[in-house]
T-cell receptor, first 113, second 114 residues
Framework: EAQVTQNPRYLITVTGKKLTVTCSQN?????MSWYRQDPGLGLRQIYY???????DKGDVPEGYKVSRKEKRNFPLILESPSPNQTSLYFC????????????FGSGTQLSVL | AQSVTQPDIHITVSEGASLELRCNYS??????LFWYVQSPGQGLQLLLK??????LVQGIKGFEAEFKRSQSSFNLRKPSVHWSDAAEYFC????????????FGPGTRLSVLP
């Protein structure tokens, strides 16, 4: 089954404690992206990747890191989380440029205390 | 860079009534346009998309959308709403440019009254 898998689904952490949210897709997609969803703001792009070893900033990259060492994986790293990073995070992938639909993971609800 | 606005934050309709959700975009060329739906606690699911050709596109769950270039709009419609349609709806623009491929609107939350 074609899918994007994110883990964990829920995460509660404390300020400053490094964390990683994993994302994996099984569709051989070149494009992957991370979004955060906040009430009233919709989805805002954090980082995206057009292919292996190619990543770029989205709208709200501050405080986040990503890597794309393999085509299927695109982890999101918070080196020193802060409370303003409390949000719902989605990973997504696509087979091509902007004409192809995005496949979304189920989301990760992060709370930073 | 492209941008998307959805003027209505929250809409409430009665079950069986018709629905129209508004979406306006800004993009220099003909965009790729999408509507996604997010049910509570779920990820986003594609409802429909427009690339070119017929400006009225049909999607899943009985939804349709019409692309109007002159108004830079891509409004979503459904003739008769079901209680299960209660969700958040996002309009999105995709682009050919190498770069930020997808931009989402802020979303419209739909509530359905019995």
């Amino acid at each position: 089954e074609a899918q994007v898998t994110q883990n964990p689904r829920y995460l509660i952490t404390v300020t400053g404690k490094k964390l990683t949210v994993t994302c994996s897709q099984n569709m051989n997609h070149e494009y992957m992206s991370w979004y955060r969803q906040d009430p009233g703001l919709g989805l805002r792009q954090i980082y995206y990747s057009m292919n292996v070893e190619v990543t770029d900033k989205g709208d709200v990259p501050e405080g986040y890191k990503v890597s794309r060492k393999e085509k299927r994986n695109f982890p999101l790293i918070l080196e020193s989380p802060s409370p303003n990073q409390t949000s719902l995070y989605f990973c997504a992938s696509s087979s091509g440029q902007g004409r192809e639909k995005l496949f979304f993971g189920s989301g990760t609800q992060l709370s930073v205390l | 860079a492209q941008s998307v606005t959805q003027p209505d934050i929250h809409i409430t309709v009665s079950e069986g009534a018709s629905l129209e959700l508004r979406c306006n975009y800004s993009y220099g060329a003909t965009p790729y346009l999408f509507w996604y739906v997010q049910s509570p606690g779920q990820g986003l699911q594609l409802l429909l998309k427009y690339f070119s050709g017929d400006t009225l596109v049909q999607g899943i769950k009985g939804f349709e959308a019409e692309f109007k270039r002159s108004q830079s709009s891509f409004n979503l419609r459904k003739p008769s709403v079901h209680w299960s349609d209660a969700a958040e709806y996002f309009c999105a623009v995709g682009a050919l440019d190498y770069g930020q491929n997808f931009v989402f609107g802020p979303g419209t939350r739909l509530s359905v009254l019995p």
